[in-house]
Nanobody, 124 residues
Framework: VQLQASGGGLVQPGESLRLSCAPT?????IGWFRQAPGKEREGISC????????YYADSVKARFTVSRDNVKNTVYLQMNNLKPEDSAVYYCKIVPYGNCSPQTVRTALSSPDWGQGTLVTVSS
């Protein structure tokens, strides 16, 4: 099942957005990824099964928070203090082996199956 990201939009620097990813399973680690124009796709966050320990890339640490609602089968990415460099298409997908680490996020990044992303534009 391909996961679909939603909730993107146009915001000003310093504002917040919450992205959603569905439908997720309790058993899967879910990663968030983004691709800015002209740049390679990068892994920015991941949450393990049953609200397991999250992973954050340095570029988003302390500003973004990942969470999940296993009743709603949805994973969220709360993005605060957004910066113009956060502008990108955001994607979510299952991260293999059920755990979040830089290595498993990289493995997910290299696989070709991507669902529909959601565009985030941060601009004044």
């Amino acid at each position: 099942v391909q996961l679909q990201a939603s909730g993107g939009g146009l915001v000003q620097p310093g504002e917040s957005l919450r992205l959603s990813c569905a439908p997720t399973s309790d058993y899967d680690a879910i990663g968030w990824f983004r691709q800015a124009p002209g740049k390679e796709r990068e892994g920015i966050s991941c949450i393990g099964p049953y609200n397991g320990r999250p992973y954050y890339a340095d570029s988003v640490k302390a500003r973004f928070t990942v969470s999940r609602d296993n009743v709603k089968n949805t994973v969220y990415l709360q993005m605060n203090n957004l910066k113009p460099e956060d502008s990108a298409v955001y994607y979510c997908k299952i991260v293999p082996y059920g755990n979040c680490s830089p290595q498993t996020v990289r493995t997910a990044l290299s696989s070709p199956d991507w669902g529909q992303g959601t565009l985030v534009t941060v601009s004044s």
